[in-house]
DNA sequence: CTGTTAGCGCCTTCAA
DNA sequence: TTGAAGGCGCTAACAG
């Protein structure tokens, strides 16, 4: 890489001058000028963006931590965190935490030391360990999670209104006639913790009893096929289940299929965040879509909006709390409950 | 951020010891040592990595473009890359290059200019523009290009052998029995080609046919759909169809079920990757396995081989081609052929 | 118009 | 054992 000091030689003058000369300003001749700049762009002089973030203490980069960069629903968040971050000319230097290797308080000491502007989190499946959790709080800059509601809100947040969501969900079975609604729930992430209340909370105030056979816990596709076969299995089954995403009523709905049970006619199933997959399986699923690019978007620009009001390290005083609306979207694995 | 400077004057001697200090370095006195570091991290000092680049010429960062971190196919290649720059200390800097505001070119620019160590890509499923290239070309530093093959190979690339895994799949249809074998292949991109030549070239030595209405591009899950909507509805219609991948397959799986054909009673399926979805969908699909997460693995370590090498900017004289095994999964959409 | 100087944060070499 | 100086690539404020 040619440096300002090569060319300067090259050109037979200081390196102040072929500096101005490079960002067009004041002070240069023509001439000098464009013999300059003839030589940079021959030798296919870059600027060091590293040196500028040095000096200007800002480096224009933050760092966006994920545990699973194959989820599709993550995937989807991080198009939009990418997006927000490539309109404001900042970059992001990815990093997962749940490796063996380097841990993820680690690699997030790392990103400090690379001078991050901040840190964009999400989705975290699994609750960060104390040593992470440390890390984050004294991280020299601000920090945002996405999606999971940690430790007594300690942090900006920015997810979706889940609650009101899943509220729609169960009115919009209710409508159906649906009184037995059960569901598959994700009790070690604070978004299965809110769902689930929901769900008891609609339930309660509609004088509908939820028996504590139809809720089983189901984070995965693979959790939730287990879960559904035993719960379908039962005799007093419920006619409906809210699952807590998309993916895991796709593994409910196999379960029901395998079992002979016609969807929506002998089931219906309500999924969450209305993935890609949520059109392709048969029936589509109705479910409670997300915005989910914009939910990175939006945690990208409460970011930038923290890194401009040049916050000090440590926690803020009164973190941001964000909640995205829902939609629901019905499609056809919802219909009219069954006449008993 | 306290420097090294504020600690040199908060501890009254010079930033020459206090650097020595904390790098734990002969020539300082261990009670002096111990009051630095006691200091340094009781201020939560931080060494300034961007400086250290600057230093010695290595960022220990590379530049990770895709076109779409959404697609579950790159989030698993992705997921290998992760982990072979992780391992090896290095950070990487995620780049989309599909955007308006600022365009592939200007992207990668910016990571020249970030002194990035080197560019790994994938998976690009659409070719790049001129300028794209123009820029990759005279990166300053070593671009390997994942599973997609450009321009005359002059990356160096790694990939999987598409072409044997092809192979393995017709000749396993073959054995099934079938010879009306029809592809819904994706011409433009060199992994859809290579796939499509691999399905003629077997059909070809087997000295069977295959008819042009058994063919049709399709590229996702939704061209799938109507290809095979279509492809499907002739008299003359394909016992089996390869897909180009698992979503395409997924696509004419449901286009296959939805006309009321059994599969694989009345249509065979083949697809390509294996995704989870492969073993989601009903039936499981049979399909040709790529190791993706190895095949992120592999690219950093052909990049960090060429890295440490201090591969001088331009194009390689002779670039790497890999080709990594595929395998073979058999699952539940073959069978025998459907008697005429 | 051009050059010099100082400084960003750090490391390395050499002198005291 | 400690300090001072030079340099990494660049910018900004001055002096010539």
Redesign the interface.
Known sequence: ?VSMKEIAAICQVSVGTVSKALANQPGVSSETGERIRGVASRL?Y??????R??QNGR?M?VA?ACN?????WG??V??GV??GL??A?Y??????WD?Q??SGEH?L???????VDGVIMFPPATPPTPAYLHELR?F?GPVIVLDQQWSRQEFHFVGTDDRLGTLAAVAHLRELGHTAIGCLHAPEVSTGVVRLQAVLEAMRRAGLAVRDHWLAPAAT?ADALAAASRLLTQADRPTALLCFNDEVA??AL?AA?DLGLRVPADLALVGFADL??AV?V?PPLTTVRQPKEELGRQGVRLLLERIAEGER?GLPLTPAQVLLPTELVVRHSTGPAPQR
């Open positions: 890489m296919r870059r600027p060091n963006a590293l040196v973030s040095i480096s980069s966006v699973a960069v194959e989820d599709p995937g989807m991080l198009r990418l997006a490539c309109e000319g970059e992001a230097l990815l990093l997962q490796w290797v380097r690699m000491r790392s990103m400090g030391e690379r001078r004294t020299p596709f796709w593994g196999n299929l890609p997959l392709q048969r390290q």
